[in-house]
């Protein structure tokens, strides 16, 4: 399905919206919805993935995370963790390809231990050779928000520290090298976290969309991005006309 037409919005959005984050959830359901196997929904998801990071890209938005398989989505049928694996070596393969000529650093957001050696090696290639490029794609793969942390704390306490500072436990995190994100949009209808980002989630503003996944649109990221910068952040602070009103 191409959403993508002279209409679509274009509009630089890379000095308001650092980083965007997306759960990409209801694949499952849209292939229901058609009497088609799960794992069609997840293969039209992985389209709608492609879309989605050159959309961001087109929009100057530096950092886009998703969310592509949690510690929780092994307990799956296995021939349905299977197909969505395949279709994470498929981006690999592909991205091995393309690494040299994209300006993509891929990074994995996750325990790799738990993948085979042949993906934890390809992973790791491509980490390596996109390592320099100017805009970032983290995949959450095998990855939970507590997972993270208790990573963290022990990265920590292997470095022999006693107490820790906020800016530590940032620094142990899979996303070390990324800012917090700005927006995180969840399709599919469901209000919940997930397991996803937990510690630098504490900021971020939500946009939660009944559409489904494989149906998210350029048009949608688009009025979600709009209705991002529409938003006053005040970061737990007060806007400035209302501290004069303190005094
Ligand atoms: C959640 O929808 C989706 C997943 C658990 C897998 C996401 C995977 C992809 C989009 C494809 C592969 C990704 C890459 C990066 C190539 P769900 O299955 O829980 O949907 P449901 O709630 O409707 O059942």
């Known amino acids: 399905m191409a959403f993508w037409n002279k209409k679509t919005p274009v509009e630089d959005f890379s000095g308001r919206v650092r980083h965007i984050a997306f759960i990409m959830d209801g694949n ?5 919805r058609r009497s088609l ?3 069609a929904g997840h293969a039209r998801g992985a389209e709608t993935f492609r879309r989605v990071i050159q959309y961001c890209h087109r929009l100057g938005i530096r950092t886009v995370t998703v969310y592509a398989f949690s510690t929780e989505n092994w307990s799956r049928p296995q021939d349905e963790v299977a197909a969505i694996m395949q279709l ?13 000529t994209r300006d993509m650093r891929v990074v994995f957001l996750g325990d790799k231990a738990a993948l085979t050696p042949a993906q934890r090696e390809r992973a790791e290639e491509i ?5 320099d490029k100017s805009y970032c794609l983290n995949i959450a ?9 208790v990573h963290a704390a022990n990265i920590l306490l292997a470095q022999g520290k006693g107490s820790v500072t906020a800016a530590d436990i940032s620094s142990a995190l899979y996303t070390a090298h990324s800012p917090d994100p700005d927006l995180i949009i969840r ?9 996803f980002l937990l510690w630098q989630s504490a900021y971020a503003e939500y946009y939660f969309t009944k559409t489904l996944w494989p149906d998210l649109s350029e048009r949608e990221i688009y009025r979600a991005l ?6 006053h952040r005040r970061f737990g602070g007060l806007d400035p006309e209302d501290m004069k009103e303190k005094e």
């Open 37 to 39: 196997p799960r794992k």
């Open 28 to 32: 499952g359901r849209w292939a229901k």
């Open 88 to 100: 994470l070596d498929r981006f690999m393969e592909e991205e091995l390809q393309d690494a040299d």
């Open 226 to 231: 709009k209705d991002f910068c529409s938003r």
């Open 127 to 131: 980490e390596r050779r996109t390592r």
């Open 141 to 149: 793969l095998n990855y939970g928000g507590r997972d993270e942390l």
């Open 187 to 195: 399709t599919g209808g469901d209000y919940r976290i997930s397991n």
